[in-house]
């Protein structure tokens, strides 16, 4: 029996308590706000378990009798399949629950000593080297959990299909209609529903407050090395809501021939949520880019273009606004902006080996594996790019097929498209830049857009565009000079137009600009005149008037 999350969309309000989110151990696949698959459990026809206190009866494996004298009662209350797994258990306090199996796609994995008593909730977490436990991974989607004692079936959970639970979420009971639904992880404590940050920070008609607090110190070590996280707090305020400060590392960012300004001006910033402790999340999150749009007149192209991405079912960040306070101080209009890391990934990805981050003018040529940011995976063992490298230099008979072998083309082709509708020449498929690189177990690659900000304004050719500054990326190159693979582009490419048509830009054009505008006119470090902030805007507009003209 499956279950729609036709609950959890109510939960997208934004509440006081998701700061204390902790992690334990994040097309896209379902959003939990959205609506999707949740997972099916034994509890189904007694209703969910709560956290304190667990259901009156127990289901039985059919045909079978319980040959323990004492039978209890216990049942999942949280499972936890990212980082060190663990299954929390219910039952009433004291019982003792030694002897139950807990049981991983039928086969036992770890029996409970004899002598273990619940205090109202038991965890039992991945064994380490100090501490006996599970032994087999939980997967995310697709696995079966158990409880099981003397031959009698406790209670058990099946994992619906990937997207499943995604990094930052747990599946645990008692927080909806449903047997199961998506968690923040609460591992030891009462289950809280899943918040999704979708609706509280990357709301693009819908602006929050962020305020940042950095000591003295902090501002200093600020001066000297901007780039270098130094402990602060964050708390953000939405609807007149405020969430009690939480400790974050905080650091500036941009490019030197870019965004990039010190404190003394318009500075951008970079949050770490786990930088004083390891544990600590924001509603499932690890990172936060706040982007200070300096090379963005208009003060929208960002929420806008990863709009088109998602909307062209090309995976990206997602992105909102927010007027950013450091230490009191306005800093005026940020845009709000989802980190590319392993928590975004595992919405998009069933597994992820690597994450590289390309900057201007890296392109995946033989032996620049050393010139990459690794931001996931071993940093050791980079051979799945090398074999991405070495794609570049084979002839031109063999070509498609080995793109084949180490990219998702259909899907990079939708990314090249998108990015060429946008005008993102800035971007990897005209100028080699401002995107990452993700590679799955299998060391099949995908591409993952970013900087945003300067689209929107030069009407690039969709089939040949250039940046006016660099050549285009080699991969990308070849396919247009490979007929078979144009041939795909091509297709991919009317099929983004009609997403985007569909999509309809200029009325979320509208939409944002009107939600900003007050923000607009308040920016303190405002480095443009309101006039010029339309002016761009307007272009902008016009930008989409004259790219409606190639609709499919």
């Not at 049942?75 to 991983?104: F, K, M, N, P, Y």
Request: aromatic residues 8%; glycine residues 10%.
């Amino acid at each position: 029996m499956m279950h729609r999350l036709d609950v959890v969309a109510a939960l997208a309000t934004f509440v006081v308590a998701c700061n204390s989110d902790s992690a334990q151990g994040d097309t896209s696949g379902t959003d939990a706000s959205t609506g999707g698959p949740t997972a099916t459990s034994a509890t189904d026809a007694a209703g969910s378990a709560d956290t304190s206190t667990v259901a009156a009866e127990v289901s039985t494996a059919v045909g079978e009798t319980s040959t323990t004298a004492d039978p209890i009662v216990a049942t999942l209350s949280e499972v936890d399949c990212h980082g060190r797994d663990a299954v929390e258990i219910a039952a009433e306090a004291g019982v003792d629950l030694g002897g139950v199996e807990i049981v991983i796609n039928g086969v036992p994995d770890y029996t409970i000593p004899e002598g273990s008593l619940s205090t109202g909730l038991f965890t039992v977490r991945e064994a380490t080297v100090d501490q006996p436990g599970l032994d087999a991974n939980i997967g995310c989607n697709d696995d079966e959990v158990a409880l099981v004692r003397d031959g009698v079936v406790l209670d058990e959970l099946t994992f619906p299909g990937f997207p499943g639970s995604f990094k930052g979420t747990t599946w645990c009971s008692g927080v909806s209609a449903n047997p199961f639904d998506l968690c923040a992880p609460t591992l030891d404590a009462p289950n809280e529903p899943y918040v999704d940050p979708g609706g509280v920070l990357f709301d693009r008609l819908a602006p929050i407050e962020i305020d940042l607090t950095i000591d003295q110190a902090g501002l200093d070590a600020l001066d000297v090395e901007p780039r270098e996280y130094v402990a602060g707090t964050f708390s953000v305020t939405k609807d007149g809501t405020t969430t009690a400060p939480i400790m974050v590392g905080i650091a500036l960012k941009g490019s030197p021939i870019g965004s990039f300004t010190d404190l003394s001006g318009k500075a951008a910033f970079k949050i770490k949520f786990d930088f004083v402790d390891a544990q600590t999340r924001f509603l499932g999150l690890e990172g936060l880019k706040l982007n200070n749009m300096r090379e963005d007149a208009s003060q929208l192209h960002e929420a806008v273009g990863y709009a088109i991405f998602e909307a062209a079912g090309v995976p990206a960040p997602r992105s909102g606004f927010s007027e950013v306070r450091l230490n009191g101080d306005s800093y005026g209009l940020h845009a709000t902006i989802e980190r590319v890391d392993d928590t975004l990934l595992s919405r998009f990805y069933l597994t992820t080996a690597h994450l590289y981050e390309g900057t201007f003018g890296l392109d995946v040529n033989p032996g620049r594996e050393g010139e990459f940011s690794i931001d996931e995976g071993d940093p050791l063992d980079t051979a799945d790019l090398t074999a991405l490298m070495a794609v570049t230099v084979v002839s031109d008979g063999e070509y498609l097929a080995a793109l084949e072998q180490r990219v998702h083309l259909d899907e990079a082709l939708r990314m090249w498209a998108t990015t060429m509708w946008i005008g993102h020449w800035d971007g990897y498929a005209p100028g080699k830049n401002n995107y990452a690189l993700q590679s799955d177990d299998a060391g099949v690659f995908d591409f993952v857009p970013s900087g945003l900000d300067q689209t929107s304004e030069y009407l690039i050719d969709l089939r040949y565009g250039v940046s006016p500054i660099q050549d285009r990326g080699v991969l990308f190159d070849r396919c247009i000079d490979d007929a078979e693979c144009f041939a795909r582009y091509d297709l991919a490419l009317d099929e983004v137009g009609a997403a985007i048509e569909a999509f309809d830009v200029q009325a979320e054009i509208d939409a944002i600009a009107e939600a900003i505008e007050p923000l607009v006119q308040a920016d303190p470090r405002r480095g443009t005149s309101i006039g010029q902030v339309h002016g761009a805007q307007d272009a902008t507009r016009n930008f989409w008037d004259q790219r409606a003209g190639l609709f499919p």
